[in-house]
């Protein structure tokens, strides 16, 4: 596997369910993020890890919990959901420091709540 | 925070003419600009990208202007083909790192033949 890869791809869970979502880079980056994309709106940054520090969106709902166990790996874990938490969850990556900033996106993760 | 606003949300063209997407910013401070495409059903992917000491930059068919002090900036995509249709992002970067970078909305190209 090469780039930044994303699983699963699709889930449909309740909204009494817990989950998590999982991304993994194979690009020797130092820097994690999760975005949600929902219909005509901007990308919406949910959480960053670079260099092993957690940047935070204040407006991130407490039920969306993150975890970078390493600068390889990054967790999504979700619980007591609600019906607009359904979106789609997107993995980033890119290499802080270099002068490139290009931010490698993974092939996104299709939530629905019900 | 920084503010990023594109237009428009939605742009049809026919096959072979040029298509241009404008976003603005609001934080003087960003220095840097990048447009990623996303085409249906596949993830967002880096086109081009600007910095605030260039003013101008081209990429085969595809070129990005900068006006600092009008905080702006475009895309332009010439002699436009079938395979260039999907949504386009702007972003702008506060402070020049990545992990800072907010997005516009997106244009929904549609290149048609």
């Known amino acids: 596997e090469t780039g930044v890869t994303q699983t699963p791809r699709h889930l449909v869970m309740g909204m009494t369910n817990k989950k998590s979502l999982k991304c993994e880079q194979h690009l020797g980056h130092n820097a994690m993020y999760w975005y949600k994309q929902s219909a005509k709106k901007p990308l919406e940054l949910m959480f960053v890890?670079?260099?092993?520090?957690?940047?935070e969106n204040n407006s991130v709902p407490s039920r969306f919990s993150p975890e970078c166990p390493n600068s390889s790996h990054l967790f999504l874990h979700l619980h007591t959901l609600q019906p607009e938490d359904s979106a789609l969850y997107l993995c980033a990556s890119s290499q802080e420091r270099l002068a490139g900033y290009e931010q490698y996106f993974g092939p996104g993760t299709r939530l629905t709540v019900t | 925070g920084e503010n990023v606003e594109q237009h428009p949300s939605t742009l049809s063209v026919q096959e072979g003419d040029s298509a241009v997407i404008k976003c603005t910013y609001s934080d003087s401070a960003s220095n840097y600009f990048p447009w990623y495409k996303q085409e249906l059903g596949k993830r967002p992917q880096l086109i081009i990208d600007?910095?605030?000491?260039?003013g101008e930059k081209k990429d085969q068919r595809i070129a990005v202007t900068l006006n600092k002090t009008a905080k702006h900036f475009s895309l332009h995509i010439t002699e436009t083909q079938p395979e260039d249709s999907a949504v386009y992002f702007c972003?702008?970067?506060?402070?020049?790192?990545?992990?800072?970078?907010?997005f516009g909305s997106g244009t929904q190209l549609t290149v048609l033949p």
């Open positions: 890890y670079s260099l092993e520090e957690r940047v």
């Open positions: 972003a702008a970067s506060l402070s020049g790192s990545a992990r800072q970078l907010t």
């Open positions: 600007i910095r605030s000491n260039v």
